[in-house]
């Protein structure tokens, strides 16, 4: 293959019936790069997965894996790929051995060659106890063991994984997370999960996807500056303050804090009866440590904590799919969860899914096109597939 | 070995890895004994060097519950384990799945049509001696029972490529080819006229019944054939649909 991209999707758009499960998702995936395909539950990970693989069409777009394109060479690119779908479904009623032997008979494997990467696929996915067991009798764990070792059988250089840690218990799935580092050292590797821990342990760039559309797409470090916000917490001694001063009170905290130039937002912690403890807003380009600390000088009151947050993977993924949750559970849980948006709010938080998505896309210049009306998406989508089907 | 073969070896393999095979074939041969030596006063009333009831009857046994049985399962099940994606998106084209899980299940079937062959032989060769058995309807009752075996089991396959509860296959699958099967009977009570002509013309048991009697029509062989090609395409279809829907 010239190219060092092993995967690609291009405006890839997939209708069930009236439900859009993915509205032109863009990405690719270099030689080499552990890819973390985050979203929560619904938001196309699967269907993306599928489509990869070849098991479902994309209504419009293409996709493209190993330099295949999965609807014209469907078989090229099954033959390039190694697939563990969700919770490992596997052949319960064969054992170890005889599966991973189908898996390899299928991929015309001979028998050589099979026994030459048996012998790693044991190794690697720690298999040798397994061998003689019937799949039915393993546990979860070791079921999705021995689905990494089908998909590993033929050397693939190429691994998409989707959710490969689920229904696991914590050690199983430190395990498994071991084995994607261990195979992901040598091999380009698309793993979908909503566990964002394990993303942060075992990729270095992630995509995000949320109501079938990617709203980022880059290095962890740069996602989790996506919003362009960072955290800062302050705790105020409540009962003592300089001598000759009055120990300030919340509100007068809160509207001083308010005042900082670049602070957005102020909240009330919970705390004990000794502080008052505030959580503020401010922009990621702009460090208001010192600010806040000039402040509580000027102010004479007595300084407990003072701390930066950069926004976590995890509150980066709540705040870039907060969208899912609100249009499952509707307004009323929104609000009663302090996200009912006031119209500076939403217009901030839109800016940042668009800038978001926009950087998500910025390789792809074809994205420009996407931006045209929904109808004339649909006519178009409608027109692909019939096309596909002819 | 090709996917295909391969897809057939796994599935044929199954079948006894469970009890299933088992006591299906347990259950046939039973059924067909009673019927062959006891139901109306069995093999010892028809007085005449013959094995023409088991051709008769293993058709029953075949369509109201070995079919069913060994089918039910094929794809549906597979489509509820998620089993069926990970062979999808191995690489194989969606006719080596089809078609190797068509041979896979023909194969237990043809297994059990050819337990059959106890019969002739144990009462026409060894150990008894009955007589000389005219080896012509016995041949052409064999082309026959193969050919209505692979109509059944593509049928049986068909159904269970729409259907993802195991249960809903084997009933449907039962129904339809019970149906299929009686067909003959109900064309009896339609008499001559279009409808019962119809019935006739479509109806297995119609079909059949000239292999019984030793003649091969060329008409029968291609409407059982034919059956089975459409019905394979349908299942085909059926499983690619899943790209669209």
Redesign the interface.
């Known amino acids: 293959m010239a190219t060092d991209v092993m995967i690609q999707a291009s405006s890839v758009s997939k209708r069930?019936g009236h439900v859009r499960a993915l509205d032109k998702v863009n990405f690719e995936v270099k030689r080499g790069e552990v890819v973390g395909f985050l979203g929560p539950n619904g938001a196309g990970k699967s269907t993306t997965m599928?489509i990869l693989?070849?098991?479902?069409?994309p209504s419009a777009g293409t996709a493209k894996v190993h330099g295949h394109d999965v609807f014209d060479e469907p078989?090229a690119v099954?033959?390039a790929l190694g697939?563990l779908?969700?919770?490992?479904?596997?052949?319960t009623?064969?054992n170890v051995m005889e599966y991973l032997k189908?898996?390899a008979?299928?991929?015309?494997l001979d028998e050589s060659v099979f026994k030459k990467r048996l012998k790693t696929v044991v190794e690697v996915c720690g298999l040798a106890q397994s061998l003689g067991k019937e799949i039915g009798t393993l546990s979860h764990g070791y079921r999705q063991r021995v689905?990494l070792g089908?998909a590993l059988i033929h050397d693939p250089p190429i691994l998409i994984l989707d959710e490969p840690t689920s229904d696991l218990d914590p050690n199983e799935k430190a395990e498994v997370l071991r084995y994607i580092k261990e195979i992901g050292k040598d091999r380009t590797i698309l793993l979908s999960t909503h566990n964002l821990a394990e993303v942060e342990e075992a990729c270095a760039r992630a995509i995000i996807v949320s109501k079938g559309r990617v709203v980022a797409d880059g290095p962890l470090d740069s996602i989790t500056a996506k919003t362009g916000r960072v955290r800062y917490v302050v705790a105020i001694d409540e009962k003592n303050a300089e001598l000759g001063k009055k120990a300030p009170g919340i509100a007068e905290v809160q509207s001083a804090f308010g005042a900082l130039m670049g602070v957005r937002s102020t909240k009330e912690l919970p705390t004990d009866e000794t502080a008052h403890r505030l959580e503020l807003i401010g922009p990621q380009d702009t460090d208001l440590r010192a600010e806040i600390f000039r402040l509580v000088v000027q102010k004479g009151w007595t300084l407990l904590e003072l701390r930066r947050d950069a926004q976590s993977l995890d509150a980066v993924f709540r705040d870039l799919t907060r969208g899912d949750e609100r249009a499952d559970r509707g307004d009323a849980w929104a609000a009663a969860h302090g996200r009912a948006r006031d119209e500076d709010e939403e217009g901030e938080e839109d800016e940042a899914d668009e800038k978001a998505a926009q950087a998500a896309a910025a390789e792809d210049e074809d994205e420009d096109d996407d931006e045209s009306d929904d109808d004339d998406d649909d006519d178009d989508d409608a027109e692909e597939?019939r096309d596909r089907?002819g | 070995m090709s996917p295909m073969m391969t897809i057939a070896k796994r599935e044929f393999r199954s079948y006894f890895d469970s009890p299933l095979a088992y006591v299906v074939m347990c259950l046939s041969f039973l059924a067909l004994g009673f019927m062959f030596f006891v139901l109306r006063g069995g093999f010892w009333q028809t007085d005449r060097a013959t094995v023409q009831k088991v051709f008769e009857f293993t058709p029953w046994g075949l369509s109201l519950l070995v079919i069913p049985v060994v089918t039910m399962r094929l794809v549906a099940e597979e489509r509820r384990s998620g089993t069926l994606e990970m062979l999808i998106t191995l690489p194989v084209r969606d006719s080596d799945v089809i078609g190797g899980k068509y041979l896979g299940a023909l194969g237990l079937v043809l297994v059990l049509v050819a337990g059959t062959a106890f019969y002739p032989f144990a009462m026409f060769k060894m150990p008894w001696h009955l007589g000389p058995l005219d080896m012509g309807p016995v041949w052409s009752g064999y082309l026959g029972l193969i050919l209505f075996s692979a109509a059944g089991v593509a049928i049986g396959l068909l159904v269970s490529s729409f259907v993802e509860s195991q249960a809903v296959a084997f009933f449907i699958t039962f129904a339809v080819l019970g149906t299929l099967w009686f067909l003959d009977d109900l064309a009896e009570v339609s008499g001559q006229s279009a409808l019962g002509n119809v019935l006739r013309y479509v109806s297995f048991q119609t079909r059949l019944a000239g292999f019984w009697r030793g003649l091969i029509d060329t008409r029968d062989v291609i409407y059982f054939l034919s059956v089975t090609a459409a019905a394979l395409v349908v299942s085909f279809r059926a499983l690619e649909r899943r790209k669209w829907a």
């Not at chain 1, 779908?85 to 052949?91: G, K």
């Not at chain 1, 008979?105 to 015309?108: A, N």
């Open positions: 069930f599928r693989t070849c098991y479902i069409a078989l099954r033959q697939y779908p969700q919770r490992a479904p596997l052949y009623d064969m189908f898996a008979e299928i991929r015309g689905g089908q597939q089907k």
